[in-house]
């Protein structure tokens, strides 16, 4: 979940850094909220966590909790070690710190399931060295935080090179993630290329004489996100899914929305059947959960000249390696290692330069680029460029797990790029823990009433998922 971006992100680098300075002075506490809530909206965007930053005392806690809990951690278990009593851990600290030389500030800092999602990381090639450097920054890098129109009133922070998101959640959406938390495990496992955003942390604070606040860190989608020029937030709904696009020359960034979106496709070529195969299989498991709401987050770059097209041999033996690694547990390592080596004689064999789809067909859990949406249980064991017969003889298929596989780029975050011919996007579903709840049952029937010939977000889980899929078959080439 990247958290709720049924909102406009927007920001300018150099605007104040204190949102509730510019609120009016008012005598009425409801009059003054209004203020800043309308405030924050028209200034949604990105600010650094400077001191005198509303949330500049609680960011330099998150930073120091999570510090001290990640620096414990001295062993990864591997995937099939993990336990009852690891997905039910909680474990929580006191701390004391003194800000700037004078503040004083005592905390509760709690971690749920550590050890799950140390090997959720780990499983993502994302050590804990590099994951406690981004998420834990020294005093000269800051957070970012994200001021948006979001409905759910939560915070969103950016670490300082924006890989890593950290989202405030309530209390009820933290239970109703750890009830299914094995669940969502057991999904990346089957389908370790699978669109559902990266969680990577849970956990709770608790400041002296305040409330005590959960929040979540996951990947960020959009990342890296200096080519991006445009960001789409898709529910495949049209009631109030429009957001005014900021002018030509806008330093601005704006994440659009369906009815922008309008009859655009998502150019994926050779990839649009692992996509199709890959957002059946996730809406698949979110109705099963009972949830709705959910978005598909797409930004677009335009492909350089080098990126488009075969690639060499070196460049291809990396990109198969990586999509073998990804989600595969510690003991195929050397599988993976194989798999990279008979490539590699292959395709020296042959004496040729091997186009990256070609390879596909032959490789264990692959997608076959040309057959459509298909079943999702059985790997595809079709020869387009490796013979059949050497991926037997080795015997990798048994010993790499995971289905829909596709071939990953040589970028960062690649389990959430896709490139097209003309065209890198950047997808990921985010925000499912709205369930269908009593009150979202209410509100289905009145927004009935308040949107007559349109379809809208508050659905049953079964009509949103087979409309999510529908959407993504009939904008998708």
Wanted: proline fraction near 4%.
């Amino acid at each position: 979940m990247e958290g709720n971006h049924d909102n406009n992100m927007a920001g300018r680098e150099g605007e104040p850094q204190s949102v509730t300075k510019l609120a009016p002075t008012s005598r009425r506490k409801s009059g003054k909220r209004i203020s800043v809530l309308w405030l924050r909206w028209k200034r949604r965007g990105m600010v650094e966590i400077m001191p005198g930053h509303r949330r500049w005392t609680l960011t330099n806690c998150v930073r120091i909790g999570l510090e001290k809990a990640l620096s414990e951690r001295t062993h990864i278990k591997p995937l099939e070690e993990l336990t009852k009593d690891d997905y039910e851990d909680i474990r929580s600290k006191r701390h004391t710190e003194t800000f700037d030389k004078k503040s004083q500030q005592s905390f509760e800092f709690a971690t749920y399931a550590g050890e799950v999602f140390a090997t959720l990381r780990d499983l993502i090639n994302i050590s804990e060295e590099e994951y406690l450097h981004s998420v834990t920054p020294m005093a000269n890098r800051r957070y970012l935080e994200f001021i948006s129109n979001s409905k759910s009133g939560q915070d969103f922070f950016l670490t300082p090179d924006k890989r890593f998101m950290i989202k405030t959640q309530t209390k009820r959406e933290t239970e109703f993630f750890l009830e299914h938390l094995r669940t969502y495990v057991e999904h990346f496992k089957k389908y370790p290329h699978t669109l559902m955003v990266k969680f990577l942390g849970l956990h709770n604070i608790k400041l002296k004489g305040k409330k005590r606040l959960y929040f979540i860190v996951m990947q960020s989608i959009f990342y890296p996100d200096e080519r991006i020029r445009e960001r789409y937030d898709i529910k495949a709904c049209q009631a109030s899914r429009y957001v005014m696009p900021e002018k030509d020359g806008s330093q601005i960034i704006t994440v659009l929305k369906d009815n922008n979106f309008g009859d655009k496709k998502i150019n994926l070529g050779s990839d649009r059947a692992w996509f199709l195969q890959q957002v059946q299989a996730d809406t698949q498991l979110l109705e099963e959960l009972g949830v709705l709401d959910y978005s598909l987050l797409v930004g677009i770059t335009e492909l350089h000249k080098d990126e488009k097209g075969s690639q060499d041999l070196a460049s291809l033996v990396q990109r198969v390696t990586k999509s073998l690694h990804h989600g595969s547990p510690e003991k195929s390592v050397h599988n993976m290692k194989s798999a990279a080596s008979i490539i590699n004689e292959e395709i020296s064999h042959s004496a040729a330069t091997l186009p990256v789809n070609s390879v596909l067909g032959s490789l264990p859990g692959m997608v076959d680029s040309d057959e459509g949406p298909a079943d999702l249980t059985v790997p595809s064991q079709h020869s387009t460029g490796l013979r059949a017969d050497t991926v037997a003889k080795n015997n990798l298929v048994p010993d790499i797990p995971g289905l829909n596989r596709r071939l990953l780029p040589n970028s960062p975050n690649s389990l959430h790029i896709v490139d097209g011919e003309e065209y890198r996007y950047f997808l990921g579903i985010i925000d499912f823990f709205v369930t269908y709840s009593l009150k979202k049952k209410l509100e289905h029937l009145w927004k009935k009433i308040r949107f007559p010939g349109q379809s809208f977000s508050t659905v049953p889980p079964g009509v949103y998922a087979e409309r999510f899929r529908n959407f993504m078959a009939e904008h998708s080439e």
